[in-house]
């Protein structure tokens, strides 16, 4: 079992700037692939960016240039830093681990971007 806990999230104008936290309650973080996802209401869940244990990053295209993914394994922490925000950034981000065949998820953090 792993436990993910988000933080971060709040309202913001748009142009303004986010970091979101995953912090990691496991002792084999750093050999996992994290990945920063988002629901907004009435929508699908859809991967926002996500990053390997070597430090791959993958980004959806409609945050790329805007998003930054990274991590810190000394503090078993990913981070996802927002910028430039959009109203249509508005949604639920959820943290994931994904363990070989089974993904955990956190609870969730809203973001909310007025225009």
């Known amino acids: 079992q792993v436990q993910l806990v988000e933080s971060g999230g709040g309202l913001v104008q748009a142009g303004g700037s986010l970091r979101l936290s995953c912090a990691a309650l496991t002792s084999a973080f750093s050999i996992y692939t994290i990945a920063w996802h988002r629901q907004a209401p009435g929508k699908q869940r859809e991967l926002v960016a996500a990053?390997?244990?070597?430090?791959?990053?993958n980004y959806a295209d409609s945050v790329k240039g805007r998003f930054t993914i990274s991590r810190d394994n000394a503090k078993n922490t990913v981070y996802l830093q927002m910028n430039s925000l959009k109203p249509e950034d508005t949604s639920v981000y959820y943290c994931?681990?994904?363990?070989?065949?089974?993904?955990?998820w956190g609870q969730g953090t809203q973001v909310t971007v007025s225009s």
């Open positions: 990053i390997a244990s070597g430090g791959f990053t």
């Open positions: 994931a681990a994904l363990i070989g065949p089974r993904t955990y």
